[in-house]
Antibody, heavy 129, light 108 residues
Framework: EGQLVESGGGLVHPGGSRRLSCSASGFAFDSYVMHWVRQAPGKGLEYVSA????????YYADSVKGRFSISRDNSNNTLFLQMSSLRPEDTAVYFCVKDFDARCTIATCFTRWRAFDIWGQGTVVAVSS | SSELTQDPAVSVALGQTVRITCQGDSLTTYYASWYQQKPGQAPLLVIY???NRPSGIPDRFSGSTSGNTASLTITGTQAEDEADYYC???????????FGGGTKLTVL
């Protein structure tokens, strides 16, 4: 069964940067679109970013567009999220997430649904002075 | 704000049936997937597609859609089902994928 393990969280000052990593195992990492989802303290889930299997296409929520950059290293089964110009409202647990279906692209799964079947345990990013 | 609307909180008596709903214009075309999240844990996929359950999810969990409302039904609710539940599907423009705001389920 697949596993995702995030790392890189911590305390960051406003305006600062942080790079999150997610190590994948137990599945064909290079066959799946990968995602980042975050959850602010006491709040719901917020979709953040996605990257295609070859790393050439990316998607960002409006709240992070221009500040965050997603990338992947398929040779080392690792997903990254480079975060810059961090704001207090970026404080959250950041989850690395795998698409359920290998047929999915960023835009569509060619079905009437999309689902995430493997989640990491999350890494906490706190933005505060 | 989310374009998928969920009731913030729902309660159910132990052993009874509860339905958790998710409303949105996109749900007339797309199905929702559903996630269970217990405190301090990552979300867990419980329903995807029309009404499919991943391996290991008890058959007391089921999904359905009527009009613009997707529902997660738990039949014979157990104490361990107490959790937050989130739906996930397309937004109303069918351009983006979004989560609902979440429903806190309390088992009495």
């Amino acid at each position: 069964e697949g596993q995702l393990v995030e790392s890189g969280g911590g305390l960051v000052h406003p305006g600062g940067s942080r790079r999150l990593s997610c190590s994948a195992s137990g599945f064909a990492f290079d066959s799946y679109v990968m995602h980042w989802v975050r959850q602010a303290p006491g709040k719901g889930l917020e979709y953040v970013s996605a990257i295609s299997t070859d790393g050439l296409k990316t998607y960002y929520a409006d709240s992070v567009k221009g500040r965050f950059s997603i990338s992947r290293d398929n040779s080392n089964n690792t997903l990254f999220l480079q975060m810059s110009s961090l704001r207090p409202e970026d404080t959250a647990v950041y989850f690395c997430v795998k698409d359920f279906d290998a047929r999915c692209t960023i835009a569509t799964c060619f079905t009437r649904w999309r689902a995430f079947d493997i989640w990491g345990q999350g890494t906490v990013v706190a933005v505060s002075s | 704000s989310s374009e998928l609307t969920q009731d913030p909180a729902v309660s159910v008596a132990l052993g009874q049936t509860v339905r958790i709903t998710c409303q949105g214009d996109s749900l007339t075309t797309y199905y929702a997937s559903w996630y269970q999240q217990k405190p301090g844990q990552a979300p867990l996929l419980v329903i995807y597609g029309k009404t499919n359950r991943p391996s290991g999810i008890p058959d007391r969990f089921s999904g359905s859609t009527s009009g613009n409302t997707a529902s997660l039904t738990i039949t014979g609710t157990q104490a361990e089902d107490e959790a937050d539940y989130y739906c996930y599907s397309r937004d109303s423009s069918a351009t983006h994928w979004v989560f609902g705001g979440g429903t806190k389920l309390t088992v009495l």
